[in-house]
T-cell receptor, first 117, second 111 residues
């Protein structure tokens, strides 16, 4: 079974609709992230959370919100979707472990392809 | 904030070596990472290097780090068609922050 799962894998919606993308992980990691990927722009950080009570804005948080429901779950919402939010969205997790210093490998889900018409 | 730069495309013939380059701006980097994204998939860690190292070799992969010039490179020896993917260089602003990714280099391998 995949350690980081995302649902749905594909979604087509219309401008103005509210959309929620969900991410679950079984790795037991405290840290979770949401990125979007656009051709030629690479990955850009939307929001991240270092534990259940912690939420931080990333580079491009406008138009998005998140909820960290539990250690294992981190959802991303688009309150009113617009066409330029069409992209591939990735969830990722990581954990800093004692003795590993600041080694911070991030583990990625398979992605959600969102199309806003 | 941290900035990570990569060229967008690289095309090589099967069997040749591929060299993907990356520059970064944060001099406090501790680990630097290379991720690989195959078509239709998420990113997977390919290799990493600790900042006190100049070179790391892992089978067909060689990572070179020039801290003075803030330059990182990934060399793939004997490139195969299965190496066709997007390769991302990644660096944290500091050890305790999310990774900052370059735009990715799309490697195309010509048979």
């Amino acid at each position: 079974d995949a350690d980081v799962t995302q649902t749905p894998r594909n979604r087509i919606t219309k401008t103005g609709k509210r959309i929620m993308l969900e991410c679950s992980q079984t790795k037991g990691h405290d840290r979770m992230y949401w990125y979007r990927q656009d051709p030629g722009l690479g990955l850009r950080l939307i929001y991240y959370s270092f534990d259940v009570k912690d939420i931080n804005k990333g580079e491009i948080s406008d138009g998005y919100s998140v909820s960290r429901q539990a250690q294992a779950k981190f959802s991303l919402s688009l309150e009113s979707a617009i066409p330029n939010q069409t992209a591939l969205y990735f969830c990722a997790t990581s954990d800093l472990k004692p003795g590993q210093g600041v080694y911070n490998e991030q583990f990625f889900g398979p992605g959600t392809r969102l199309t806003v018409l | 904030g941290e900035d990570v730069e990569q060229s967008l495309f690289l095309s090589v013939r099967e069997g040749d070596s591929s060299v993907i380059n990356c520059t970064y701006t944060d001099s406090s980097s501790t680990y630097l990472y290379w991720y690989k994204q195959e078509p239709g998939a998420g990113l997977q860690l390919l290799t990493y290097i600790f900042s006190n190292m100049d070179m790391k070799q892992d089978q067909r992969l060689t990572v070179l780090l020039n801290k003075k010039d803030k330059h990182l490179s990934l060399r793939i020896a004997d490139t195969q068609t299965g190496d066709s993917a997007i390769y991302f260089c990644a660096d944290p602003n500091s050890g305790n922050t999310p990774l900052v990714f370059g735009k990715g280099t799309r490697l195309s391998v010509i048979a």
